[in-house]
């Protein structure tokens, strides 16, 4: 057994509420990508962009859908804040879309979406990933303390 002796110590009245931490499931992530390289490759990243935007609209999911383009601009090339800096056309990018929709269907969906542009897509996208992943939400409340019943249990292994 283990004993403390505490010296010293102050302390103040116990407050009425607590904070407590809630956490519940907030619908599913569809996360998607796909890279295109070559010549025009930031061309054929915005409109294989404008084409999944659309084509979510038109399937009408209701998420607020995402869509990035990242590309040699963000990795190769540094950029000086004082100059004005345009990515160059012929490189390689990768478009990027998520979503969070209440059903894992509606994800897989968009995951979908962004797959079959592989074959209906601008012209040599490649390099494509896809994933639906539960998303949780938290929120710190307070509780009345009366209502809890706080323990505390030690185990040594």
């Keep these: 057994m283990i004993q403390l002796l505490v010296k ?71 950029i000086d804040e004082s100059s004005s800096y345009e990515l160059p056309k012929d490189g390689d990018y990768r478009v990027r879309t998520s979503a969070i929709y209440p059903k894992r269907y509606q994800a897989q969906q968009m995951v979908d979406e962004v797959m079959s ?15 639906v992943t539960p998303q949780s939400s938290t929120a710190s409340i307070l509780v009345n303390r009366e209502i809890v019943s706080p323990n505390v249990q030690v185990k040594i292994l």
């Design 8 to 78: 010293g110590g102050k302390g103040k009245k116990a407050p009425q509420k607590l904070k407590a931490t809630i956490c519940c499931d907030n619908g599913f992530m569809g996360e998607a990508e796909i890279s295109y390289a070559g010549p025009n490759a930031l061309a054929r990243a915005k409109l294989a962009g404008e084409v999944i935007s659309e084509r979510i609209q038109i399937l009408g999911l209701q998420g607020q859908l995402r869509v990035e383009i990242i590309g040699a601009g963000s990795v190769h090339f540094s």
């Design 117 to 131: 542009l592989y074959c209906c897509g601008p012209a040599a996208g490649g390099g494509g990933r896809g994933y």
